[in-house]
T-cell receptor, first 113, second 115 residues
Framework: GNSVTQMEGPVTLSEEAFLTINCTYTATGYPSLFWYVQYPGEGLQLLLKATKADDKGSNKGFEATYRKETTSFHLEKGSVQVSDSAVYFCALVYGGSQGNLIFGKGTKLSVKP | DTEVTQTPKHLVMGMTNKKSLKCEQHMGHRAMYWYKQKAKKPPELMFVYSYEKLSINESVPSRFSPECPNSSLLNLHLHALQPEDSALYLC??????????????FGDGTRLSIL
């Protein structure tokens, strides 16, 4: 079946540290891949997306590359800030329908000053 | 600022009450969604409306009744809820439910507590 697996949290980093949150997927066909972020008390915001193999999504210093050979979409940021503290969800859409949006379990990131 | 507006932000209701959650978007999107999110879990899809017609109902109990009065509005009518229905209810919209590369835009949710 279709699924998303992301690294278990919580992840705690110091400000300016390098961030990697691993995400791998299983899907039929060619899914579109997304990272969403949820700040405390808020809904989900789209962070970045990639819709075909080798695409790199980027936004606010975050990057992720669609790797079909390893079925991965790892999230990276070179220097995190306290304001990046949030829950990050990796997600995919398969079968050409947004009704087939599947989320990973989420990874909570805490950044300490 | 979120482009999908949900009201109310918080709702406390008894198990015999009837209430409604409201969602509004003005991005011209033709697909709208309801999700339920429990603490420390990802959102779970409840309903999908495409061009104002219900296209997906993920086996949601009948005590939840969705309604799409027009392309900008989405309601979720609640009746005789159970304590386990306490959760964050998120509304989302996208340009077209059939476009996998067009992401969903989420509101900030309604936090529902059932007494």
């Amino acid at each position: 079946g279709n699924s998303v697996t992301q690294m278990e949290g919580p992840v705690t980093l110091s400000e300016e540290a390098f961030l990697t949150i691993n995400c791998t997927y299983t899907a039929t066909g060619y899914p579109s891949l997304f990272w969403y972020v949820q700040y405390p008390g808020e809904g989900l915001q789209l962070l970045l997306k990639a819709t075909k193999a080798d695409d790199k999504g980027s936004n606010k210093g975050f990057e992720a590359t669609y790797r079909k050979e390893t079925t991965s979409f790892h999230l990276e940021k070179g220097s995190v800030q306290v304001s990046d503290s949030a829950v990050y969800f990796c997600a995919l859409v398969y079968g050409g329908s947004q009704g087939n949006l599947i989320f990973g379990k989420g990874t909570k990131l805490s950044v300490k000053p | 600022d979120t482009e999908v507006t949900q009201t109310p932000k918080h709702l406390v209701m008894g198990m015999t009450n009837k209430k409604s959650l409201k969602c509004e978007q003005h991005m011209g999107h033709r697909a709208m969604y309801w999700y339920k999110q429990k603490a420390k879990k990802p959102p779970e899809l409840m309903f999908v409306y495409s061009y104002e017609k219900l296209s997906i109902n993920e086996s949601v109990p009948s005590r939840f009744s969705p309604e799409c009065p027009n392309s900008s509005l989405l309601n979720l009518h609640l009746h005789a809820l159970q304590p386990e229905d306490s959760a964050l209810y998120l509304c989302a919209s996208s340009q077209d439910s059939g476009r996998s590369n067009q992401p969903q835009h989420f509101g900030d949710g309604t936090r529902l507590s059932i007494l």
